[in-house]
């Protein structure tokens, strides 16, 4: 299920709960109704303005055309005059679900949106300090994900300095032009993007007044099977959340695949040098000094491994990693006292040349 397909199913699960509370419209309705006579004329009436203003609203910018408006009010016209006619043919008891089709029919006709769901895979906000075009490049990989979704903020989040011109291309190809740019009610578009296999450049270009902004977006749903963001459970206890069960943090766990998703092997790396980083923090509460010297051990061989499948900027990376995994109190603390229970201590390492069988793994073997 891609990610237009599920927010689609959001929106259609968000009405389907008013349908509990329709009893309490269902008076109003009746009254309205006045037995059928003009009970067309108010629906029409009530629907049409809501279904406008939610269009205008919507994140499609195809919703804000002259011709989807008219799409709405239309399917409204049709699905409301059925309502109407069931309502006069069944008894007063049935005025249930003449409410249950009008709720249907605000869920999937007017289409009220919602956020889109997704990983930001790249992102890049352009500001026009003057009246020259400004231009910017977004490269990123398909690795990882699928169902892509550019999405483009028009202006700042108050709707204010809007853009009336911009072009942005994917690999050359024109996925939105200037055309599609208007200041006076497109607030946000939405695009669905088919990406490249490898390496892809998303060009952007804003031809606008001095002063106009854009923030620009792409979306992808992971392909990986990752747990949840565990949030502030995550920092609870020392061990932390590990959902399904395999060993790894899962803030850990999803912050290494989704800030690599390119590469299985840096993965693969990092993940063995989490393992003993993330105990020496627990021994080191618990004053075992011979655990924490066995796991300085451990950490010396996957330094080795991590500088070998990632010989550019391992230092940098794995500072990273270390930050993450020590990102409490209790963890510091843990952290520092394995720390002070190994000074003093030796630690041999290999040669450069012997670093490849340091790894856990076979490093040659992998992307």
């Not at 329709?22 to 049409?48: D, E, H, K």
């Not at 032009?177 to 490249?196: G, K, M």
């Not at 790894?248 to 840096?266: A, F, G, Q």
Request: aromatic share 10%; hydrophobic share 40%.
């Amino acid at each position: 299920m891609n990610i237009l397909q599920r927010s689609l199913r959001a929106k259609s699960c968000f009405f389907l709960l008013l349908i509990p509370f329709y009893s309490f419209f269902t008076p109003a309705i009746r009254f309205l109704s006045l037995s059928g006579r003009f009970g067309l004329f108010w629906a029409l009436m009530f629907a049409s303005p809501v279904c406008g203003k939610l269009q205008l609203k919507q994140t499609d910018p195809c919703a804000t055309k002259s011709h989807e408006r008219g799409r709405c009010v239309f399917s409204q016209f049709i699905v409301l005059s059925v309502c109407n006619w069931w309502s006069i043919q069944v008894k007063k008891g049935d005025m249930k679900k003449t409410i249950t089709c009008l709720l249907l029919l605000l869920a999937l006709v007017c289409n009220v949106p919602v956020a889109l769901a997704g990983h930001v895979v790249g992102e890049a906000q352009l500001f026009a300090p003057t009246w020259e075009p400004v231009t910017h490049e977004l490269v990123f990989s398909d690795s990882g994900y699928a169902d892509f979704i550019l999405k483009v903020r028009n202006g700042e989040a108050d709707s204010s300095q809007r853009t009336s011109r911009a072009l942005i291309t994917l690999n050359d190809v024109k996925v939105l032009i200037p055309a599609d740019f208007n200041p006076y009610v497109v607030e946000t578009l939405v695009r669905a993007i088919s990406p490249l296999p490898g390496e892809n450049t998303l060009a952007i270009t804003v031809r606008s007044h001095q002063g106009a902004s854009m923030l620009v977006q792409i979306l992808g749903t992971t392909t990986f099977q990752l747990p949840p963001d565990p949030g502030p459970d995550g920092e609870a206890t020392l061990e932390g959340v590990d959902v399904n069960s395999n060993g790894i943090r899962d803030d850990i766990e999803r912050w290494i695949y989704l800030t690599y998703p390119d590469s299985e092997k840096l993965r693969r790396a990092l993940i063995q040098e989490y393992y003993p980083m993330q105990n020496m923090i627990i021994h080191g509460h618990q004053q075992d000094r011979d655990a924490v010297y066995n796991d300085m051990d451990a950490m010396q061989r996957s330094s080795e491994c991590h500088y070998y499948v990632n010989p550019e900027n391992p230092h940098r990376v794995a500072k990273e990693l270390e930050a993450l995994i020590v990102n409490t109190d209790d963890r510091f603390y843990g952290y520092t006292e394995a720390s002070r229970m190994l000074g003093g201590g030796t630690f041999s390492g290999k040669p450069m040349s012997r670093w490849k069988y340091s790894c856990n793994f076979n490093p040659d073997k992998l992307d």
